[in-house]
């Protein structure tokens, strides 16, 4: 039998090579001719060896972080290396601003809370930033002066989960996409209390002790965290 | 060879050849879209001879595109009211034998 080029992945060249098979036995004839059935067999084959073949292909590049073309697939093989990947971020903008109360009072400071809004338009689109984390400001003759308060493009969201002690696996599945992942903050509140705890970003599991306030991030699929 | 499956050869399997061709739709073979015929498309024109001159061509043409064993001595189609499709006889003989010639007929019916 001739040596068979197992690597093709064109369709014609996978025929090619089973005609050759076919040649060097005489168990069959007339594969040579398009109307014969045998014909008709061997492009089964042919196509059943040429679709393993490219979806094995295909599936072989996913392995690796050089050929791979799904971004799934390549925070997977990041991951297994210590990487995260980058999230995207959220344009940033300082902006001052000042609230004059209308009559006296004897506040003594104001609180911007986070997830203020504001809105900014440029070439007619309308751009959403929100404030994420409180800022305060002292009041001074009936005003306050808020500078260079840090604003970000987005919206502010709170998603809440109950913590299943039971489930030593537990995921917490942020389900938007396009968070900016450096904004992220987690507190933790006991059940019953009103006071939550933050929880710390880790990078890395070093110096973790069973006590420490400590949350892990990694991206899953289509991009959520 | 465990005979399960029986094959045809010699001058069956050229006629089981031929009639596959000409009963293969264009398009229909992967990577191959010209192989087949387009006589199926053609009974459902009027049933009459103009149209069997057509079949007659296409199945000419076809088997001397893609049967080399044989040669094509003579196509005859004609349109059979009864049946409501066309006879259709092949006359040809296999190149390189000196057998006598060989005759094929069938009928070529729409089916719904």
């Known amino acids: 039998m001739p040596y068979a080029q197992i690597s093709n992945l064109d369709f014609k060249d996978i025929k090619t090579v089973l005609k050759e098979y076919m040649r060097s036995q005489s168990d069959f004839t007339d594969y040579d ?6 014909s008709n067999l061997l492009d089964v084959l042919a196509y059943n060896t040429y679709y393993t073949a490219f979806n094995t292909n295909m599936a072989v590049n996913e392995l690796f972080i050089d050929s791979a073309t799904l971004r799934d697939n390549v925070v997977s093989i990041a991951r297994q290396l210590g990487y995260r990947p980058r999230s995207v971020t959220s344009p940033t903008a300082y902006v001052s601003l000042k609230v004059d109360y209308t009559s006296s009072t004897s506040d003594t400071e104001v609180i911007l809370k986070e997830g203020t809004g504001f809105v900014a338009s440029f070439n007619n689109r309308i751009y959403q930033f929100v404030t994420p984390s409180n800022v305060t400001a002292q009041v001074v003759n009936d005003s306050a002066t808020f500078n260079n308060i840090l604003v970000r493009e987005g919206t502010f ?30 507190s933790v509140t006991v059940d019953g209390s009103t006071i939550s705890e933050p929880y710390l970003l880790a990078d890395n599991i070093l110096d973790i002790t069973g006590d420490s306030k400590v949350f892990c991030l990694n991206e899953i699929d289509d991009q959520r965290d | 060879m465990t005979d399960d499956l029986l094959s045809v050869k010699d001058k069956a399997a050229i006629k089981q050849s031929i009639m596959n061709l000409l009963l293969t739709q264009k398009r229909e073979r992967l990577y191959n879209p010209d192989l087949g015929s387009s006589v199926t498309d053609m009974l459902f024109e009027p049933l009459d001879y103009a ?25 005859i189609c004609t349109p059979d009211i009864r049946l409501n499709g066309f006879n259709v006889e092949v006359h040809f003989e296999i190149t390189g034998r000196n057998d006598a010639p060989q005759q094929i007929n069938f009928v070529l019916e729409r089916t719904r």
């Open chain 1, 33 to 38: 001719f398009e109307g014969s059935v045998l």
């Open chain 1, 157 to 186: 969201l709170t998603n809440t989960y109950t913590v299943n002690t039971s489930n030593k696996t537990q995921r917490f599945i942020l389900d938007n996409r396009n968070i900016d992942a450096s904004t992220i903050k987690v």
């Open chain 2, 51 to 75: 149209s069997a001159a057509i079949i007659q061509t296409e199945v000419a043409n076809v088997l001397g595109q893609y049967e080399p064993r044989i040669r094509v001595l003579d196509v």
